[in-house]
Protein backbone atom coordinates (compact mmCIF):
# COMPACT_ATOMS: atom_id res chain seq x y z
CA UNK A 1 0.00 0.00 0.00
CA UNK A 2 1.10 3.60 -0.37
CA UNK A 3 3.93 5.08 2.04
CA UNK A 4 1.92 6.54 4.78
CA UNK A 5 1.63 10.10 4.49
CA UNK A 6 0.52 9.74 0.78
CA UNK A 7 -1.09 13.42 -0.61
CA UNK A 8 -4.41 11.51 -2.06
CA UNK A 9 -5.59 14.99 -2.73
CA UNK A 10 -2.30 15.82 -5.09
CA UNK A 11 -3.65 12.28 -7.36
CA UNK A 12 -3.10 14.07 -10.94
CA UNK A 13 -7.19 13.93 -12.60
CA UNK A 14 -8.01 14.74 -16.16
CA UNK A 15 -10.53 16.99 -17.20
CA UNK A 16 -12.15 17.13 -20.16
CA UNK A 17 -11.84 20.10 -22.92
CA UNK A 18 -13.90 22.68 -22.80
CA UNK A 19 -16.52 22.13 -24.99
CA UNK A 20 -17.18 24.32 -28.16
CA UNK A 21 -20.82 25.31 -27.96
CA UNK A 22 -22.11 25.00 -31.88
CA UNK A 23 -23.79 28.38 -32.81
CA UNK A 24 -26.94 28.55 -31.50
CA UNK A 25 -29.89 27.74 -34.04
CA UNK A 26 -32.72 30.05 -34.34
CA UNK A 27 -35.94 28.48 -32.53
CA UNK A 28 -38.44 27.53 -35.38
CA UNK A 29 -41.75 29.83 -35.48
CA UNK A 30 -44.62 28.42 -33.91
CA UNK A 31 -46.54 27.67 -36.94
CA UNK A 32 -43.68 25.71 -38.43
CA UNK A 33 -44.56 21.68 -39.01
CA UNK A 34 -44.63 19.86 -35.55
CA UNK A 35 -41.72 17.34 -36.53
CA UNK A 36 -39.44 20.31 -37.34
CA UNK A 37 -40.13 21.53 -33.96
CA UNK A 38 -39.70 18.25 -32.92
CA UNK A 39 -36.50 17.90 -34.33
CA UNK A 40 -34.88 21.52 -33.28
CA UNK A 41 -35.66 20.47 -29.66
CA UNK A 42 -34.46 16.94 -29.46
CA UNK A 43 -31.26 18.07 -30.82
CA UNK A 44 -30.64 20.63 -27.91
CA UNK A 45 -31.75 17.69 -25.58
CA UNK A 46 -29.38 15.00 -26.73
CA UNK A 47 -26.29 18.11 -26.80
CA UNK A 48 -27.11 18.38 -23.19
CA UNK A 49 -27.65 14.74 -22.68
CA UNK A 50 -23.82 14.25 -24.20
CA UNK A 51 -22.52 17.04 -21.88
CA UNK A 52 -24.28 15.53 -19.28
CA UNK A 53 -22.81 11.98 -19.32
CA UNK A 54 -18.90 13.31 -20.29
CA UNK A 55 -18.91 15.70 -16.96
CA UNK A 56 -20.33 12.43 -15.29
CA UNK A 57 -17.98 9.93 -16.17
CA UNK A 58 -15.60 12.95 -15.46
CA UNK A 59 -16.33 13.48 -12.45
CA UNK A 60 -16.59 9.33 -11.49
CA UNK A 61 -13.42 9.23 -12.39
CA UNK A 62 -12.16 11.55 -10.24
CA UNK A 63 -13.84 10.23 -7.35
CA UNK A 64 -12.35 6.35 -8.66
CA UNK A 65 -8.66 8.39 -8.75
CA UNK A 66 -9.24 9.98 -5.62
CA UNK A 67 -11.33 7.54 -3.53
CA UNK A 68 -9.70 4.12 -3.83
CA UNK A 69 -6.47 4.39 -1.10
CA UNK A 70 -8.80 5.39 2.08
CA UNK A 71 -11.26 3.31 1.08
CA UNK A 72 -8.68 0.43 0.48
CA UNK A 73 -7.41 1.15 3.98
CA UNK A 74 -10.99 1.13 5.09
CA UNK A 75 -11.55 -2.38 4.05
CA UNK A 76 -8.31 -3.71 4.33
CA UNK A 77 -7.88 -2.53 7.99
CA UNK A 78 -11.38 -3.68 8.76
CA UNK A 79 -12.50 -0.20 10.15
CA UNK A 80 -16.08 -0.49 8.67
CA UNK A 81 -16.51 -2.70 11.53
CA UNK A 82 -16.28 0.42 13.40
CA UNK A 83 -19.59 2.22 11.60
CA UNK A 84 -22.76 2.12 13.02
CA UNK A 85 -25.65 1.12 10.07
CA UNK A 86 -28.34 3.90 10.56
CA UNK A 87 -30.59 0.87 9.74
CA UNK A 88 -29.27 -1.95 11.74
CA UNK A 89 -28.17 0.73 14.91
CA UNK A 90 -25.56 -2.27 15.01
CA UNK A 91 -21.70 -2.12 13.44
CA UNK A 92 -21.37 -2.73 10.07
CA UNK A 93 -19.80 -6.99 9.49
CA UNK A 94 -19.42 -6.68 5.88
CA UNK A 95 -17.57 -4.34 3.42
CA UNK A 96 -20.20 -4.52 1.02
CA UNK A 97 -23.21 -3.28 2.88
CA UNK A 98 -20.84 -0.22 4.11
CA UNK A 99 -20.05 0.88 0.88
CA UNK A 100 -23.88 0.67 -0.28
CA UNK A 101 -25.23 2.33 2.79
CA UNK A 102 -22.86 5.11 3.80
CA UNK A 103 -21.54 5.76 0.33
CA UNK A 104 -24.29 4.48 -1.94
CA UNK A 105 -21.58 2.80 -4.08
CA UNK A 106 -22.20 -0.92 -4.93
CA UNK A 107 -20.31 -4.05 -4.53
CA UNK A 108 -19.03 -4.52 -8.33
CA UNK A 109 -18.38 -0.65 -8.32
CA UNK A 110 -16.76 -1.00 -5.07
CA UNK A 111 -14.47 -3.74 -6.43
CA UNK A 112 -13.58 -1.60 -9.37
CA UNK A 113 -12.46 1.33 -7.16
CA UNK A 114 -10.27 -0.62 -4.69
CA UNK A 115 -8.67 -3.74 -6.63
CA UNK A 116 -9.30 -3.49 -10.64
CA UNK A 117 -8.55 -0.03 -10.81
CA UNK A 118 -5.11 1.24 -9.19
CA UNK A 119 -3.74 -2.16 -11.41
CA UNK A 120 -5.92 -0.56 -14.73
CA UNK A 121 -3.45 2.41 -13.73
CA UNK A 122 -0.42 0.64 -13.18
CA UNK A 123 -0.68 -0.86 -16.38
CA UNK A 124 -2.17 2.11 -18.50
CA UNK A 125 1.61 3.06 -19.30
CA UNK A 126 2.51 0.25 -21.66
CA UNK A 127 0.03 1.77 -23.67
CA UNK A 128 -1.10 -0.71 -26.68
CA UNK A 129 0.37 -3.35 -24.88
CA UNK A 130 -1.75 -2.95 -21.66
CA UNK A 131 -5.26 -5.00 -21.84
CA UNK A 132 -8.52 -3.58 -22.64
CA UNK A 133 -9.95 -5.80 -19.46
CA UNK A 134 -8.61 -7.68 -16.75
CA UNK A 135 -10.59 -10.76 -15.18
CA UNK A 136 -11.30 -10.96 -11.52
CA UNK A 137 -8.64 -13.54 -10.96
CA UNK A 138 -6.04 -11.49 -12.77
CA UNK A 139 -6.30 -8.59 -10.85
CA UNK A 140 -5.57 -10.58 -7.33
CA UNK A 141 -2.32 -11.44 -8.75
CA UNK A 142 -1.56 -7.98 -10.17
CA UNK A 143 -2.88 -6.46 -7.12
CA UNK A 144 -1.00 -8.57 -5.00
CA UNK A 145 2.57 -7.22 -6.68
CA UNK A 146 1.52 -3.70 -6.17
CA UNK A 147 0.86 -3.63 -2.64
CA UNK A 148 4.06 -6.06 -1.89
CA UNK A 149 6.17 -4.12 -4.23
CA UNK A 150 4.91 -0.84 -2.92
CA UNK A 151 4.76 -1.04 0.33
CA UNK A 152 7.15 2.01 0.75
CA UNK A 153 7.20 3.31 -2.46
CA UNK A 154 3.88 2.63 -4.86
CA UNK A 155 5.75 3.80 -7.83
CA UNK A 156 7.87 0.79 -7.33
CA UNK A 157 4.79 -1.57 -7.30
CA UNK A 158 3.20 -0.12 -10.18
CA UNK A 159 6.43 -1.02 -12.28
CA UNK A 160 6.62 -4.12 -10.51
CA UNK A 161 2.98 -4.69 -11.86
CA UNK A 162 4.02 -3.62 -15.86
CA UNK A 163 7.27 -5.90 -15.44
CA UNK A 164 5.06 -9.11 -14.63
CA UNK A 165 2.88 -8.10 -17.11
CA UNK A 166 5.24 -7.93 -19.89
CA UNK A 167 7.26 -10.73 -18.97
CA UNK A 168 4.39 -13.60 -18.68
CA UNK A 169 3.78 -14.98 -22.07
CA UNK A 170 0.61 -15.89 -20.73
CA UNK A 171 -1.62 -13.62 -19.08
CA UNK A 172 -3.85 -16.05 -17.27
CA UNK A 173 -4.00 -16.35 -13.77
CA UNK A 174 -1.23 -19.37 -13.80
CA UNK A 175 1.44 -17.40 -16.67
CA UNK A 176 1.09 -14.02 -14.64
CA UNK A 177 1.98 -16.39 -11.22
CA UNK A 178 4.65 -18.30 -13.12
CA UNK A 179 6.44 -14.82 -13.86
CA UNK A 180 5.98 -13.72 -10.50
CA UNK A 181 7.53 -17.13 -9.47
CA UNK A 182 10.44 -16.73 -11.67
CA UNK A 183 10.98 -12.89 -10.38
CA UNK A 184 11.05 -14.29 -6.92
CA UNK A 185 8.26 -12.27 -5.33
CA UNK A 186 6.61 -15.08 -3.36
CA UNK A 187 2.54 -15.66 -3.96
CA UNK A 188 1.52 -12.08 -3.20
CA UNK A 189 -2.44 -13.15 -3.37
CA UNK A 190 -4.22 -9.42 -2.79
CA UNK A 191 -7.34 -9.87 -0.54
CA UNK A 192 -10.77 -9.07 -2.38
CA UNK A 193 -13.83 -6.94 -0.88
CA UNK A 194 -15.03 -9.40 2.05
CA UNK A 195 -12.58 -11.92 1.50
CA UNK A 196 -13.21 -12.64 5.09
CA UNK A 197 -16.50 -13.80 6.60
CA UNK A 198 -18.51 -12.37 8.99
CA UNK A 199 -17.65 -14.33 11.82
CA UNK A 200 -13.45 -14.03 10.64
CA UNK A 201 -14.70 -10.13 10.79
CA UNK A 202 -15.96 -10.22 13.85
CA UNK A 203 -12.78 -11.95 15.42
CA UNK A 204 -10.60 -9.76 13.72
CA UNK A 205 -12.75 -6.87 15.72
CA UNK A 206 -12.27 -9.03 18.87
CA UNK A 207 -8.80 -9.03 18.64
CA UNK A 208 -8.40 -5.28 18.47
CA UNK A 209 -10.21 -4.77 21.52
CA UNK A 210 -8.66 -8.14 23.44
CA UNK A 211 -5.33 -6.29 22.21
CA UNK A 212 -6.81 -2.77 24.24
CA UNK A 213 -7.76 -4.39 27.12
CA UNK A 214 -4.38 -6.46 28.09
CA UNK A 215 -2.04 -3.49 27.14
CA UNK A 216 -2.54 -2.16 30.26
CA UNK A 217 -3.22 -4.97 32.23
CA UNK A 218 -0.49 -6.45 34.73
CA UNK A 219 -1.25 -9.38 36.73
CA UNK A 220 1.15 -8.71 39.13
CA UNK A 221 -0.02 -5.54 39.57
CA UNK A 222 -2.94 -6.85 39.75
CA UNK A 223 -2.54 -9.29 42.71
CA UNK A 224 -0.79 -6.36 44.86
CA UNK A 225 -4.32 -4.55 44.52
CA UNK A 226 -6.05 -7.43 45.41
CA UNK A 227 -4.54 -7.83 48.41
CA UNK A 228 -4.51 -4.09 49.84
CA UNK A 229 -8.24 -3.26 49.55
CA UNK A 230 -11.53 -4.13 48.41
CA UNK A 231 -11.61 -1.11 47.30
CA UNK A 232 -9.14 -1.14 45.00
CA UNK A 233 -10.03 -4.57 44.34
CA UNK A 234 -13.44 -3.31 42.60
CA UNK A 235 -11.96 -1.04 40.77
CA UNK A 236 -9.45 -3.55 39.09
CA UNK A 237 -12.40 -5.57 38.53
CA UNK A 238 -14.15 -3.24 36.49
CA UNK A 239 -11.30 -2.64 34.46
CA UNK A 240 -11.27 -6.63 33.88
CA UNK A 241 -14.31 -6.68 32.83
CA UNK A 242 -14.30 -5.74 29.72
CA UNK A 243 -11.38 -8.00 29.31
CA UNK A 244 -14.24 -11.06 30.64
CA UNK A 245 -16.87 -9.47 28.16
CA UNK A 246 -14.44 -10.41 24.83
CA UNK A 247 -13.52 -13.31 26.47
CA UNK A 248 -17.23 -14.42 26.17
CA UNK A 249 -17.59 -13.00 22.67
CA UNK A 250 -14.92 -14.68 21.75
CA UNK A 251 -16.37 -18.02 22.68
CA UNK A 252 -19.90 -17.75 21.18
CA UNK A 253 -17.95 -17.47 17.65
CA UNK A 254 -17.48 -20.61 15.18
CA UNK A 255 -13.86 -21.54 15.45
CA UNK A 256 -11.88 -20.18 12.42
CA UNK A 257 -11.52 -22.16 9.20
CA UNK A 258 -9.24 -25.68 9.48
CA UNK A 259 -9.19 -25.38 13.26
CA UNK A 260 -11.36 -26.67 15.89
CA UNK A 261 -11.58 -25.30 19.78
CA UNK A 262 -11.10 -28.02 22.30
Known amino acids: ??????????????????????????????????S????YYERIVHRERE???????????????????????????????HRISEVTGKPFTRFKDYLLEVWGISRAHGYRIVNEYPVVKALAPLGAEA???LSTRQVPKLLGVLRSRGADDWSVGEEAVRTVWTQSESKTPAGLQETIDKLGWGDPQAEALDDLSESERERKSLVEKWDQVTAT????????????????AKRLLDKIKPFVEVLEE?????????KRRR
Open 51 to 81: LYRDTVAAADQRFVERAHVPLYQINRQGLYL
Open 36 to 39: DRLA
Open 131 to 133: PDK
Open 250 to 258: VSQLPAPKG
Open 217 to 232: LDPAKARQLLERSPDE
Open 1 to 34: MPASGTDIAATTTSTPAAREEPEAEPEPPADAPA
